[in-house]
């Protein structure tokens, strides 16, 4: 098998224009928004993962932990994705309410950073994802005590066995009474654009408690 040289792994971007502050002049969600789009029409799978950081707290000390989920709603209020309240991120979130999200989109030499508080988002707003997927998704959410340990993957489909006949009879399956939304409000918000010889176009956008831009500054790479 032929050795791995990762210090040489690398790529050359450029091709659009200079990502510049005028990109902003309408605010961060647009340009969020036109980014993901852009993935999307290029054919990214799921385009809207994202790396959600949060912070764990321990005998020791704090510590950053770090996971993939996927961005379900994006609005000027903030970025919203989904979990159990007990699963790891749930609980980590409970005692820090901060966190950062990071889009990251290495085809299109784009990545997307926010940081902010979070909150469980209202249980009408869950109830309306929870109604748009699938039944089987649904199924998993009642099967998995999420970030808890299990004995195998066995045990697991037995899980989900043991929910698919609990609501065989029921059409329109309830939301787990400790599953839901959470939003992401961001107070800083920066984009990362690649370019030749390794000096990125990077732009921070500051925001106020209300979500009103304080300032727009680009940074060195």
Not at 20 to 42: I, K, M, Y
Not at 47 to 60: G, H, I, K, Q, R
Request: proline letters at 8%; a neutral charge; one cysteine or more.
């Amino acid at each position: 098998m032929r050795e791995l040289d990762i210090a040489a792994m690398r790529a050359e971007y450029g091709g659009e224009p200079d990502l510049t502050e005028s990109w902003l002049a309408d605010g961060w969600e647009p340009l969020v928004r036109r980014w993901l789009e852009d993935a999307v029409t290029s054919g990214i799978a799921e385009p809207n993962a994202m790396v959600l950081a949060t912070v764990e707290s321990s005998d020791e000390g704090p510590r950053p932990f770090s996971r993939t989920v996927l961005c379900k709603d994006l609005s000027p209020a903030g970025v919203i994705f989904y979990t159990h309240y007990d699963s790891a991120k749930g609980r980590q979130l409970a005692a820090v309410p901060h966190a950062s999200a990071t889009f990251v989109w290495p085809a299109l030499a784009h990545q997307i950073h926010l940081r902010g508080s979070v909150h469980p988002v209202p249980d009408d707003i869950t109830l309306a994802y929870w109604r748009s997927r699938p039944r089987n998704s649904r199924l998993g959410a009642w099967a998995s005590q999420q970030s808890r340990p299990v004995g195998s993957r066995a045990e697991l489909d037995g899980l989900l066995a043991d929910v698919t006949t609990r609501f065989a009879d029921v059409e329109d399956i309830p939301v787990p009474p400790r599953w839901g939304g959470y939003r992401l409000r961001p107070d800083v918000v920066e984009f990362w654009q690649g370019r030749r010889s390794r000096l990125h176009n990077r732009i921070r956008v500051r925001l106020d408690e209300r979500g009103e831009t304080l300032a727009v500054e680009r940074l060195q790479p």
